[in-house]
């Protein structure tokens, strides 16, 4: 199995919900990434978790709450969201330790609309 | 820091024909990994080949092959007999060796590759 499941697919939110998006790998990988795309751009990173403790935080403001509860879960707990939050939510998992499978694998994303 | 630089935004190429993407990086670092990922329109992220730095030999997987040329910080991705399923967005990618905080993958600024029938 070497699939990164992101739920919902699509989600649209007002500036005043709260929501979370979650996101599960079974291959064992203990580094799992939040990522955040705009259209035409690079992914850029938000969160890594190395061992379900957070390893890097890429000064995300704190209307973003990750969570990992554990080795195969990542949750992204959204509130009071701009508009100009609206993008396409990674998540991606791998290996930590030098390893044969170094990349990372990524899900298909949540595209997240804020109104 | 390391950087990743992908200075072509858009290529174009005729199916059936060979087409190279360019890919620079920078860093301090002897030992790392290369990748080139492909984004299709349906948005999932998936690796089309990996590089390992300590590797003399190039990638290749199928009809793609890397060009690593270490000492110019080099690393161009050729498509061979390029398929309308090659359209897609390219992306260079970057990860240090080193364990923890520098586990992270930095990406390039990507290259909009289109098929021409």
């Known amino acids: 199995d070497t699939e990164v499941t992101q739920t919902p697919k699509h989600l649209v939110m007002g500036m005043t919900n709260k929501k979370s998006l979650k996101c599960e790998q079974h291959?064992?990988?203990?580094?799992m990434y939040w990522y955040k795309q705009k259209a035409k751009k690079p992914p850029e990173l938000m969160f890594v978790?190395?061992?379900?403790?957070?390893?890097i935080n890429e000064s995300v403001p704190s209307r973003f709450s990750p969570e990992c509860p554990n080795s195969s879960l990542l949750n992204l707990h959204l509130h009071a969201l701009q508009p100009e939050d609206s993008a396409l939510y990674l998540c991606?998992?791998?290996?930590?330790?030098?390893?044969?499978?170094?990349?990372?694998?990524f899900g298909q994303g949540t595209r997240l609309t804020v109104v | 820091a390391q950087t990743v630089t992908q200075s072509q935004p858009e290529m174009s190429v005729q199916e059936a024909e060979t087409v190279t993407l360019s890919c620079t990086y920078d860093?301090?670092?002897?030992?790392?990994?290369l990748f080139w990922y492909k984004q299709p329109p349906s948005r999932q992220m998936i690796l089309v080949i990996r590089?390992?730095?300590?590797?003399?030999q190039n990638a290749t997987e199928n009809r793609f092959s890397v060009n690593f040329q270490k000492a110019a910080k080099s690393f161009s991705l050729k498509i061979s007999d390029s398929q309308l399923g090659d359209a897609a967005m390219y992306f260079c990618?970057?990860?240090?060796?080193?364990?923890?905080?520098?586990?992270?993958?930095?990406f390039g600024k990507g290259i909009t590759l289109s098929v021409r029938p």
């Open positions: 991606a998992s791998s290996q930590v330790l030098r390893t044969l499978t170094p990349e990372a694998f």
């Open positions: 291959m064992g990988h203990r580094a």
């Open positions: 978790y190395s061992y379900e403790k957070l390893s």
């Open positions: 860093t301090s670092e002897s030992d790392y990994y």
């Open positions: 590089q390992e730095a300590y590797k003399q």
């Open positions: 990618a970057y990860r240090s060796r080193l364990t923890g905080a520098n586990s992270k993958l930095t």
